[in-house]
């Protein structure tokens, strides 16, 4: 299923960067039964990975603090502030993988509140409000609750 953000009210100060990557680091995130995109065993060896994600590029940004590039990985597009480096904006269309996995992770060390609306290609809205360190997601509903007004017309 293809997903669309169709609006967001999100700011990550760059400040919060290393915080969060540490985070995802050290957290239960990495944890192969987060990961959707499948997994590979060989020689008593297992691989489990994030769906469309590189994870020796993961890995790499998360050491790096570059919370910009792990969500580039996950497919999501970052606006940051010129001045200050923080994330002002992001955008994603791409088929919906992992990315509410990394967000529940994300929301664990966020103060404030943000949210992110979404669209997908059945025509169904939700959004993520992350507030006291938590991720939820509500269903939207399209409603029309009255007609607008015909203007009278002047012969």
């Not at 760059?14 to 959707?36: A, Y």
């Not at 995109?37 to 060896?45: A, V």
């Not at 990315?99 to 929301?107: K, M, Q, R, T």
Request: aromatic content about 10%; glycine content about 8%.
């Amino acid at each position: 299923m293809r997903v669309n953000i169709i609006d967001t009210k999100i700011e990550i100060p760059r400040s919060l960067f290393p915080t969060i990557c540490r985070h995802l680091r050290t957290s239960t995130f990495l944890n192969p039964r987060n990961m959707g995109g499948g997994r590979y065993g060989k020689d008593g060896r297992e691989e489990s990975w994030f769906s469309g994600v590189n994870m020796l590029e993961l890995k790499k940004h998360l050491e790096a603090d570059d919370l910009p590039a792990v969500l580039e990985e996950f497919g999501f597009e970052v606006s940051l502030q010129v001045s200050t480096g923080s994330i002002i904006d992001l955008m994603y269309d791409n088929k919906r993988g992992d990315e509410g996995i990394l967000f529940d992770y994300i929301a664990q060390v966020l103060p404030r509140k943000h949210t992110v609306t979404w669209s997908d290609n059945d025509g169904d809205f939700y959004q993520w409000q992350i507030s006291n360190k938590q991720l939820r997601t509500i269903d939207g509903v399209v409603t029309f609750p009255r007609p607008r007004s015909k203007k009278k017309r002047t012969k």
